[in-house]
């Protein structure tokens, strides 16, 4: 395996940790397929071998890019410059691009912190909880990704999302913003909701 496939297999693993949330997005807002998560469920059982296959290919390019050359080996080292796909820079770019894409998968709330709307309730009449029941959640980067998508609309005053459960509990104003427009958010992210409850 040479520099460059080494380079080229770690952002490709390091890509494919996030198929599973990306994948839906993309079959959604291109295709229409709406509820395609369940397509990608199967992904997260291989994250930890995807992981592992990203960080060993570094390894391997790090090997490569800076090994120590052989004295018979490097006649003309002097003159020749590596392209840039095999350059020491490239290999920092892919090294960082990995590093970035782990966090991302694993840590999502980094990326996504909790807006605090500062909401004040003077009329509770008009607050409701709906609790929707959501099939194609894999891991809290689904979680992350519905709170900060359903947190975005006008109204809502609180959202907590379980992967583990497969749940979302939603508090909005009744006067803002309805069940119908929450599911839309939702199912906008490649998500398929099951049934609902008040």
Same mark, same amino acid.
């Not at 296959?53 to 391997?60: E, P, Q, R, V």
């Given at each position: 395996?040479?520099?460059?496939? !080494?380079?080229?297999?770690?952002?490709?693993?390091?890509?494919?940790?996030?198929?599973?949330?990306?994948?839906?997005?993309?079959? &959604?807002?291109?295709?229409?397929?709406?509820?395609? !998560?369940?397509?990608?469920?199967?992904?997260?059982?291989?994250?930890?071998?995807?992981?592992?296959?990203?960080?060993?290919?570094?390894?391997?390019?790090?090997?490569?890019?800076?090994?120590?050359?052989?004295?018979?080996?490097? +006649?003309?080292?002097? &003159?020749?410059?590596?392209?840039?796909?095999?350059?020491?820079?490239?290999?920092?770019?892919? =090294?960082?691009?990995?590093?970035?894409?782990?966090?991302?998968?694993?840590?999502?709330?980094?990326?996504?912190?909790?807006? =605090?709307?500062?909401?004040?309730? /003077?009329?509770?009449?008009?607050?409701? /909880?709906?609790?929707?029941?959501?099939? *194609?959640?894999?891991?809290?980067?689904?979680?992350?990704?519905?709170?900060?998508?359903?947190?975005?609309?006008? *109204?809502?005053?609180?959202? =907590? &999302?379980?992967?583990?459960? *497969?749940? !979302?509990?939603?508090?909005? +104003?009744?006067?803002? /913003?309805?069940?119908?427009?929450?599911?839309?958010?939702?199912? !906008?992210?490649?998500?398929?909701? =099951?049934?609902?409850?008040?």
């Amino acid at each position: 395996m040479n520099k460059k496939a !080494s380079m080229g297999t770690a952002v490709f693993s390091a890509v494919s940790l996030k198929l599973c949330c990306w994948g839906p997005l993309l079959l &959604t807002s291109v295709v229409g397929i709406s509820g395609s !998560s369940v397509y990608f469920s199967w992904l997260i059982a291989l994250k930890p071998y995807l992981l592992a296959i990203a960080f060993l290919s570094l390894g391997l390019a790090f090997y490569q890019v800076y090994k120590k050359k052989k004295v018979d080996d490097c +006649d003309n080292c002097e &003159t020749d410059k590596p392209s840039f796909f095999k350059s020491k820079f490239y290999l920092w770019l892919v =090294t960082v691009f990995v590093v970035v894409m782990t966090l991302v998968s694993y840590y999502p709330q980094i990326f996504h912190p909790m807006a =605090t709307k500062g909401i004040v309730a /003077t009329n509770n009449t008009h607050i409701q /909880t709906v609790k929707l029941n959501i099939e *194609g959640m894999v891991c809290s980067g689904c979680e992350e990704n519905i709170n900060h998508s359903v947190n975005k609309i006008n *109204g809502v005053t609180n959202v =907590t &999302t379980s992967f583990e459960r *497969g749940t !979302s509990i939603i508090e909005f +104003d009744t006067t803002k /913003t309805n069940v119908d427009e929450i599911k839309k958010v939702i199912q !906008s992210k490649g998500y398929l909701i =099951t049934n609902s409850r008040d």
